[in-house]
């Protein structure tokens, strides 16, 4: 008995052996830029400065402003171009923001291009710790009667 070589198996044609397509690199950041963009279009369109209108905020009915209290409204504010009313809701946020969006168009250029942006450590562990540090300062401030014009 002679032994016979298996058949040959068609290749299929590709860049790279376990080479994501641009489209499996930028799905995550398209996903979360599209449902961020589908939230700000709801909010919008439906008013949170109309009591009720999203629910109730477990920390609020409690007469506590965590750090994200009043950021709906603040979203609905920019999407109005109400730069002031948007501070007033949540001047946290309104200052995050430009930080926030320069990190999406970050991700998603560094996924298109196929290389990721990498911020190194020494960098995101004090920027973390401030951020931590100014986010508490603020939850505190806004929650005694000297910073009551930072509450929603």
């Known amino acids: 008995m002679t032994a016979t070589a298996p058949p040959p198996v068609a290749e299929t044609p590709s860049t790279e052996e376990g080479a994501a397509t ?25 008013d949170p400065h109309q009591h009720g ?3 109730i905020c477990p920390s ?13 409204r603040a979203v609905n504010d920019l999407t109005h171009g109400d730069l002031a009313g948007a501070a007033s809701s949540n001047l ?3 200052v995050a923001l430009p930080f926030i969006l ?11 291009r196929g290389r990721p942006y990498r911020v190194p450590m020494s960098v995101i562990t004090p920027t973390a710790y401030v951020s931590l540090a100014l986010l508490t300062i603020f939850t505190v ?12």
Do not use: D, E, K
């Open 92 to 94: 946290a946020f309104v």
């Open 102 to 112: 320069v990190g999406l168009a970050l991700w998603a250029l560094g996924r298109w």
């Open 60 to 72: 609020a009915a409690m007469g506590i402003y965590c750090p994200g209290c009043g950021g709906l």
């Open 53 to 55: 209108s999203w629910g």
């Open 22 to 46: 641009r489209w499996q690199r930028v799905r995550g950041p398209a996903l979360v830029i599209g449902g961020l963009g589908v939230a700000t279009l709801a909010l919008r369109l439906r």
């Open 141 to 152: 401030l806004r929650n005694l009667p000297v910073g009551s014009w930072l509450a929603p």
